[in-house]
């Protein structure tokens, strides 16, 4: 399809081509999305897969920029701080734009400061173990937590991080005690997870599922309703025996607030193309991520999943009296 023509069919009929003309120029010149993390991570790779795409139905290179610290909240400030032309936006995901909100002190609003463009990926947590961990399954595994309280140990990405909160979260599901201990990404933990230096991990599939098809790490439930495609022999955590232990790592794009609603008619459109094609799909399913239905492809709906999941966990972090330290 022609620039002109995406352009002209993402804006809508012919009756609203006033308005596409208007954004025909949109863009005039390289498009910027911010990482909040290091390159080669999972959500810099989403990035790329997304970033090559939207390329080709925009006309022009899209330019990824890693602004790592903070578990994000820096990469936030600076997408926020960006000029509303559409020309700067950014990806994140339930850390970086609802965790951050409860677990930092932040110089700008996690919902309120950016204007929603597209829900991506839904990517679930798995309950991961030490290869030499004696419990068969997860009712064991909390069995064995509960038999070693305050010995266990579970790794995390950082204090406030999502393993951190989905820890609690377990915690508190179980009655279970266990200590946590902090490192600089989910890299390094799963890194001693494997190498036996601590019990378990409440990690994004994108990460550890790799290491689980190695047989590196034990598997016992992904924090969802429904079992991942890209790995059906992991039972949810409502078939393993702990209903309503969900969480998920879902991704998303955002541009500055003030944004206008033409530009991100534009880029949500290219967005949604990148995510209607197979190959993408099956890139996005090989790194534990699942795309979303059209219908929640909108701005608005991501404007409502976001809400919602800080209603969810806000509670939960502030009751927990976790904070970035």
Known sequence: MRRRDFIKAAIGTAAAWPLAARAQNFPSRPITLIVPFAAGGPTDVLARILAEHMRQTLGQTVVIENVTGASGAIAGLRA???????????????????????????????????????????????????????????KELTGWLKDNSGKATAGTAGPGSGAHVAGVFFQTLTGTSFSFVPYRGAGPALNDLMAGHIDVMFDQATNSLPQVRGGNVKAFAVTSRTRLA???????????????????????????????????????????????????????????????????QSPTALKSHQTAEIDKWWPIVKAANIKAE
């Open 230 to 296: 890209s790995a059906p022999d992991i039972p949810t955590v409502d078939e393993a025996g702990l209903p309503g232990l969900y969480i998920a790592y879902w991704h998303a794009i955002w541009a500055p607030k003030n944004t206008p609603a033409d530009v991100i008619t534009i880029l949500n459109a290219s967005l949604r193309t990148a995510l209607a094609d197979p190959a993408v799909q099956a890139r996005f399913l090989e790194l534990g991520q699942e795309t979303p239905p059209p219908d929640k």
């Open 80 to 138: 926020a701080r960006a000029a509303p032309d559409g020309t700067t936006i950014t990806i994140g995901h339930w850390g970086t734009h609802v965790l951050n909100g409860a677990v930092y002190t932040l110089q700008y609003d996690v919902l309120n400061d950016f204007e929603p463009v597209a829900l991506i990926g839904n990517g679930p947590q798995l309950i991961i173990g030490r290869p030499s961990l004696p419990a068969k399954d997860l």
